[in-house]
């Protein structure tokens, strides 16, 4: 972090490189009590890898009277590997079942920028207005049948703030902003997993990640 005067200006930058390994095993038993349907155990092994890396940069400036600004670039990358065997018991030995089978790669780049302004005056009122844009590129391969996912889109995210102070122990601010809500490596995966004769999961690649509107008030005293 660079310190551009007294005032609390800076400019910082941030690097970060990681690993994440998941292995898990889970067996479910289903018993039927009614009908004719067959009772069952299903082992469930995952194997999950994940390598990332996260560079950003920010710079902050206080040195305008009654304004300050806030601007920088984050850009976030992650690859991802998925497997998943299935195997069902009987008598003691376990079979593979082919169609309970992932094997899925993904990875994903997200480049944002942001600019944020904030104003002061008459030591009570403060206004601050932002916006970010991202931009997510995602491509994926299903290794089991070749099928791709891709996707690649650009999101706009405004805010607005405004406080005012009636003195030093009461306030009341309001704010407008918009955020978004990516769906999961695991959600866009084009598996179809079967539990049990009435219990399936399924992922989807094209789910698009919903944009959330978010308004609040604050009044306090």
């Not at 551009?4 to 990681?18: E, M, N, Q, V, Y």
């Not at 593979?96 to 104003?119: C, D, L, Q, R």
């Not at 791709?148 to 003195?167: A, H, I, K, R, W």
Request: aromatic fraction near 12%.
């Amino acid at each position: 972090m660079i310190k551009k005067d007294t005032l609390g200006s800076t400019i910082k930058f941030i690097a970060d490189i990681g690993n994440f390994d998941f292995d898990n095993t889970n067996l479910v038993s289903v018993d039927y009590s009614l009908g004719d349907l067959q009772n069952s155990e299903t082992r469930f092994v995952s194997v999950a890898e994940a390598d990332y890396n996260t560079i950003q940069i920010d710079w902050l400036e206080k040195s305008l009277p009654n304004f300050n600004f806030a601007t920088g670039l984050r850009n976030n990358r992650i690859k991802r590997d998925n497997l998943l065997l299935t195997q069902l018991l009987v008598d003691n030995d376990l079979n593979p079942i082919s169609e309970g089978e992932e094997n899925f790669f993904n990875k994903e780049n997200v480049f944002a920028g942001y600019f944020s302004g904030s104003f002061k005056w008459n030591n009570k009122s403060n206004l601050k207005i932002g916006i970010r844009i991202e931009n997510t590129q995602i491509d994926g391969l299903n290794r089991i049948n070749n099928e791709e996912v891709n996707q690649d889109y650009t999101d706009l995210f405004p805010s607005l703030y405004y406080g005012y102070d009636f003195n030093n122990k009461e306030n009341i601010s309001f704010s407008l902003a918009r955020s978004i809500a990516r769906p999961s490596f695991r959600d866009l995966n084009p598996f179809i997993l079967k539990l049990d004769d009435f219990y399936y999961q399924t992922g989807n690649p094209e789910l698009k990640p919903p944009n959330i509107p978010i308004a609040q008030k604050c009044h306090m005293k």
